[in-house]
């Protein structure tokens, strides 16, 4: 009996950049091929070595590990595509989800584009898209944005600025300031914009607060802020 060829996605090509999305809570959410390329390229450029590190250690596995974050991000980018023209085969992963969206990454993607070196995306988990999938929000087109600014006149400003923004928005915040910017999230655009609040996504403690905001934001009072939120802000017309 003829044995089933090998599949060759699973194995990395030299001088070959894998964007890798990693787990953002739950380990078993890692695709075997996201597996299977972490344990076989030469190097793992990670945002955080001890968080990837124990990612490893609990899948088994032992690679080299290259620290690569927002404050090296811009040198180690050149110093990995060196690597990767010399025929090295890298793996890129932050700490949890798809790198380059709110995470390093784009920087070595784009180091890699400019050279015409390979780059080979292996899809998985992403907070954006989880929450996005189970809010019951419009996802028929959306703008995401990222971390929303520090600075509360900033943040305000921006809700001025997508009042009447015809799609979905979809933001990151941390938890020191989540509740704050609900506040003046509804202060702006009112309490009746319909929004979905999420945390500890894809863990035991997941939490989805959706509905008016003027809502949610009573119910964020009385839950915990640990963990970072996913913000999703309706147009001004829908209901749910």
Do not use: W
């Amino acid at each position: 009996m003829t044995e089933p060829a090998a599949n060759a996605s699973l194995t990395p090509l030299p001088g070959t950049l894998y964007v890798v999305a990693t787990p953002i809570g739950n380990l078993a959410d890692l695709t075997d091929r996201a597996r299977a390329i972490l344990g076989a390229v030469d190097l793992i450029a990670c945002e955080d070595t001890r968080t990837t590190g124990s990612m490893l250690t609990r899948l088994g596995l032992r690679r080299e590990l290259v620290a690569y974050h927002e404050h090296n991000e811009i040198e180690t980018a050149e110093k990995l595509a060196d690597q990767l023209a010399a025929g090295k085969s890298v793996a890129v992963v932050s700490d949890a989800g798809t790198p380059a969206l709110s995470d390093p990454g784009f920087r070595l993607v784009r180091a890699c584009r400019r050279r015409n070196l390979p780059v080979v995306p292996v899809p998985g988990p992403s907070a954006l898209t989880a929450v996005l999938s189970a809010s019951g929000l419009p996802s028929n087109g959306f703008l995401f944005v990222g971390f929303l600014p520090a600075k509360s006149a900033a943040r305000i400003a921006f809700f001025e600025q997508y009042r009447a923004f015809d799609y979905t928005l979809a933001l990151y915040e941390s938890c020191h300031r989540i509740d704050k910017a609900v506040e003046e999230l509804v202060a702006t655009l009112g309490p009746a914009r319909v929004i979905c609040l999420a945390k500890e996504v894809t863990k035991l403690h997941e939490t989805f607060l959706v509905g008016p905001a003027g809502e949610v934001q009573a119910r964020l009072a009385k839950t915990s802020l640990k963990g970072e939120f996913v913000l999703l802000i309706a147009p001004a017309d829908f209901t749910l």
